[in-house]
């Protein structure tokens, strides 16, 4: 196990020949498994089927139209158990972040879709006689997704409509109760772009990551349910932990090591460095 | 222009076929432009000749007996006028920065050959009143490769035999007078990597990129004739300079980029971000 598996394993898309195009007004929006085509076959109002693209349906024309016509298909396939249950969180589709988005899908079909997702991961760090401590919280057992694993400490998708910055004031209270004067402070860092397979689906994901140092006497409480519990440890436990275990969730070992990265804590003298920048820009 | 402009021009290989690869047992270590082929026919006791690659001759054996070959190469390249004059540096030639080098060879026909090469580049910034100042260096106007462009406060190759931190030393000392104490505090915070051609060579650098933070009294003083003058620049010029003018050498401006993202001063906010953060890891 190395740094550079963890990267490897964010990009494990071995053929991306197995998926076709998920299209609207032209433009690629998705990408959809070959096997999972004749799931949707029964939407073919709200679907046009071609040898290499799916289409949505050119009758729908409006932003309104599209995502009611979704929504159902969402429905649909979450009581066929194709995907977990509806969420409260709706994401944009469209051909990319700062794109105009066509619809809203849930979140809960982003992924069966393939299409773009985007989020925010902070890392929580303390200085202490010269030497970084990072918060690292532990996903809740109950989660529907990567539940028990490590995470870093505040972390969430970007819905329709919020801003980065709010999305970060709710996150950082809904998961940590950090207060918005502090979580103003979340300095943005860069951004980690990956392409991940499971089960069919693809997450074809970008994290906007944010660096927040936090007080010495600050101790950071999950307000959601989603977080187990949180543990302040030293930036070396978190090397090693993310280097030669996957207790952390495989999204989060990259913000940890593009941390480790940009902090000086991982070095040129290691011999994947290069290939492990190149990894998180994928 | 933009900040995306500066990083497409250092990417901007349209067409990697206009290139044959440059192999040695068997592994491509570079890449040749086809109309520069006819011009290494005279030496075809050094390199074989195929449709759709160029290796060194299996009877060149050693480390030693492929060094010189290549060397009188390059003596007659530099004749001839397809290669600037033989510097004083000498490249490791290999499949990558961390493979063993199969031979060695003159800096100025690295290009010529498409040999990956590498560097070190370091940001000197000052921190004055919770403001980010940067020490911006002007190269010489009678350097042989772009002269009198806005350059990184420390910038160099990465020769045969040295290691980083003696690069550091060495480039500190003779391009900043920065002590070594003092230059020891760079730290390494990524790598930059791009495709850049120019008069049909081809550059597959690798930049390592240092932060070092100097104290508002340290002065840079050149004393090896390269840099014409440094000046402290406030941030915010700096990001101007960058993305409106063509000032800064073409990788440099790279390397300032990447500063301003990694110290949030360029922001998701933008909408080439994410495309940027590619560009610079390609």
Redesign the interface.
């Known amino acids: 196990m190395s740094f550079l598996d963890r990267i490897k394993k964010c990009n494990n898309v071995d053929d991306l020949s197995k998926f076709i195009p998920f299209v609207v007004e032209g433009a690629r929006v998705g990408w959809i498994h070959h096997e999972f085509c004749h799931v949707l076959k029964k939407f073919d109002h709200i679907f046009e089927f071609f040898e290499k693209k799916i289409c949505l349906s050119p009758q729908l024309l409006t932003y309104q139209e599209r995502t009611m016509a979704i929504d159902r298909v969402v429905k649909f396939l979450a009581e066929e158990g194709w995907i977990a249950q509806r969420s409260d969180e709706l994401y944009p589709v469209s051909t ?3 794109a105009t988005p066509f619809f809203e899908m849930d979140r809960s079909a982003i992924s069966r879709f393939g299409v773009s997702a985007h989020g925010i991961h902070i890392n929580g760090f303390v200085s202490l006689r010269n030497e970084i401590f990072m918060w690292i919280g532990r996903r809740a057992d109950d989660k529907s997704t990567y539940p028990g694993q490590l995470d870093n400490m505040v972390a969430g998708g970007q819905p329709v409509g919020l801003s ?1 910055l709010d999305n970060i004031l709710k996150e950082c209270a809904e998961e940590a109760a950090i207060p918005p004067d502090l979580a103003r402070k979340a ?5 980690i ?1 990956y392409q991940y397979e499971e089960n069919n689906c693809l997450k074809p994901d ?1 994290m ?1 990551v944010f660096d927040l140092e936090l007080p010495s006497d600050f101790n950071p409480i999950n307000t959601d349910g989603e977080v187990a519990e949180f543990k302040l440890l030293p930036v070396s436990e978190v090397m090693s932990i993310t280097a030669n275990t996957t207790a952390f969730k495989f999204n989060c070992a990259a913000v940890n090591i593009d941390f480790f ?4 804590l991982l ?3 290691n ?1 994947d ?2 290939e492990i ?2 990894g ?3």
Not at 187 to 191: L, M, N, Y
């Open positions: 990319g972040y700062y980065l300095k943005a860092v860069g951004s772009t970008t906007f990265i940009r902090h000086g070095l040129p003298e011999q460095y290069i920048q190149r998180l820009h994928k």
